[in-house]
């Protein structure tokens, strides 16, 4: 029987089933135990370990809160965070192999290196480009065959023709109003400039107008500032008594790599220890082999969060995750208030 001290901080992986899945320390729920909210208690545990950051991708170790929590973060990283993409395309000219909707498509999914927090939201009705509101590209290009091209057979279209690949690179900003002097040329554009947009050929040419505007993930895919935010749970894993040789080489094998390493002891055994166990993909490999199967123990920590953010180029994980914080922040004033004059009518 597990302890009730486990059964409030860890998650149970059985052969066949995981135990204690729901959060069940909430007030008045265990005797002897004080489960009402202590800002004072919830900062002493709350920890933000960075394990990885740079300029696209961050992990990081959220530990001391509840699942609620973590997860509004994923959802307003994925939903509710604005950025900048291309809402509609005006077609002056284009006679590639695409039509017009499924190349307007294509291109509203090209993230854009763009700080839709420098931006203000556009309604639907207003139709005038503003410098605060839209950005504007144009793609203009033409496919034309290669006077120089090489005649040994070599039979490349980048050989054979000019402009046969379309990429984001030929994507031009046209600034609007001030907007040479708040933005430099190197702050505006698409996050990689070797997109590939459309393949054309000789005599086949686009003319487009991009019109961009800011948006959440909430209205469309193409708004969420992040490729994905997710989480889960710190696996914990427990040797219960010694394991050693044949039987820990077994165990080792059950494992992801680097989970499990063998050390030689001075008695001339290579026994099992636990190494890195948030690499842990929770198998439960091991739980199948009789001989291994009572002396592990494996559990997953309830409040402690691998977190994982990987931008789609325009804001850095980090910021994103700051901005998340601080937009949840925002919602619990806005239903403070909504409390206090609900009390005071």
Same mark, same amino acid.
């Given at each position: 029987?597990?302890?009730?001290?486990?059964? +409030?901080?860890?998650?149970?992986?059985?052969?066949?089933?995981?135990?204690?899945?729901?959060?069940?320390?909430?007030?008045?729920?265990?005797?002897?135990?004080?489960?009402?909210?202590?800002?004072?208690?919830?900062?002493?545990?709350?920890?933000?370990?960075?394990?990885?950051?740079?300029?696209?991708?961050?992990?990081?170790?959220?530990?001391?809160?509840?699942?609620?929590?973590?997860?509004?973060? +994923?959802?307003?990283?994925?939903?509710?965070?604005?950025?900048?993409?291309?809402?509609?395309?005006?077609?002056?000219?284009?006679?590639?192999?695409?039509?017009?909707?499924?190349?307007?498509?294509?291109?509203?999914?090209?993230?854009?290196?763009?700080?839709?927090?420098?931006?203000?939201?556009?309604?639907?009705?207003?139709?005038?480009?503003?410098?605060?509101?839209?950005?504007?590209?144009?793609?203009?290009?033409?496919?034309?065959?290669?006077?120089?091209?090489?005649?040994?057979?070599?039979?490349?279209?980048?050989?054979?023709?000019?402009?046969?690949?379309?990429?984001?690179?030929?994507?031009?900003?046209?600034?609007? /109003?001030?907007?040479?002097?708040?933005?430099?040329?190197?702050?505006? /554009?698409?996050?990689?400039?070797?997109?590939?947009?459309?393949?054309?050929?000789?005599?086949?040419?686009?003319?487009?107008?991009?019109?961009?505007?800011?948006? &959440? /993930?909430?209205?469309?895919?193409?708004?969420?500032?992040?490729?994905?935010?997710?989480? +889960?749970?710190?696996?914990?894993?427990?040797l219960k008594k010694p394991i050693y040789d044949e039987d820990a080489e077994q165990l080792q094998k059950c494992f992801t790599q680097g989970v499990i390493e063998l050390e030689d002891d001075n008695k001339g055994h290579r026994r099992a220890v636990v190494s890195k166990p948030r690499l842990d993909m929770c198998s439960r490999e091991a739980l199948r082999y009789p001989a291994l199967k009572d002396s592990i123990e494996l559990n997953k920590i309830r409040d402690h969060f691998i977190f994982s953010i990987e931008s789609v180029g325009a804001i850095?994980?980090?910021?994103?995750?700051?901005?998340? &914080?601080?937009?949840?922040?925002?919602?619990?004033? +806005?239903?403070?208030?909504?409390?206090?004059?609900?009390?005071?009518?």
């Amino acid at each position: 029987m597990a302890s009730l001290d486990n059964i +409030r901080t860890r998650i149970k992986l059985e052969e066949t089933e995981v135990l204690h899945t729901t959060s069940t320390d909430f007030p008045g729920n265990y005797p002897g135990y004080d489960d009402r909210l202590n800002l004072d208690e919830f900062r002493k545990n709350l920890k933000i370990q960075i394990s990885n950051l740079d300029k696209i991708t961050t992990e990081f170790d959220l530990i001391g809160i509840d699942a609620a929590i973590a997860n509004a973060f +994923r959802r307003i990283l994925i939903a509710e965070l604005p950025s900048m993409a291309i809402e509609k395309v005006h077609v002056t000219e284009n006679s590639s192999v695409l039509p017009d909707d499924v190349l307007a498509h294509r291109l509203g999914l090209i993230p854009l290196h763009a700080d839709a927090r420098l931006f203000v939201d556009k309604t639907s009705s207003d139709t005038k480009e503003r410098e605060d509101d839209t950005l504007i590209f144009k793609l203009k290009v033409a496919c034309k065959k290669n006077p120089k091209a090489s005649t040994d057979g070599n039979d490349d279209p980048n050989n054979l023709y000019i402009n046969s690949n379309v990429y984001t690179e030929h994507m031009e900003w046209i600034p609007i /109003g001030n907007q040479t002097t708040k933005f430099k040329l190197d702050d505006v /554009g698409p996050v990689s400039r070797d997109i590939l947009i459309v393949k054309l050929r000789p005599g086949q040419e686009i003319d487009l107008k991009l019109v961009c505007h800011k948006g &959440i /993930g909430r209205d469309h895919a193409k708004f969420s500032p992040v490729c994905t935010a997710s989480y +889960r749970l710190m696996p914990e894993i427990i040797l219960k008594k010694p394991i050693y040789d044949e039987d820990a080489e077994q165990l080792q094998k059950c494992f992801t790599q680097g989970v499990i390493e063998l050390e030689d002891d001075n008695k001339g055994h290579r026994r099992a220890v636990v190494s890195k166990p948030r690499l842990d993909m929770c198998s439960r490999e091991a739980l199948r082999y009789p001989a291994l199967k009572d002396s592990i123990e494996l559990n997953k920590i309830r409040d402690h969060f691998i977190f994982s953010i990987e931008s789609v180029g325009a804001i850095p994980p980090d910021q994103l995750f700051i901005d998340a &914080i601080k937009l949840l922040m925002s919602k619990c004033d +806005r239903l403070l208030q909504e409390i206090d004059g609900n009390i005071n009518n």
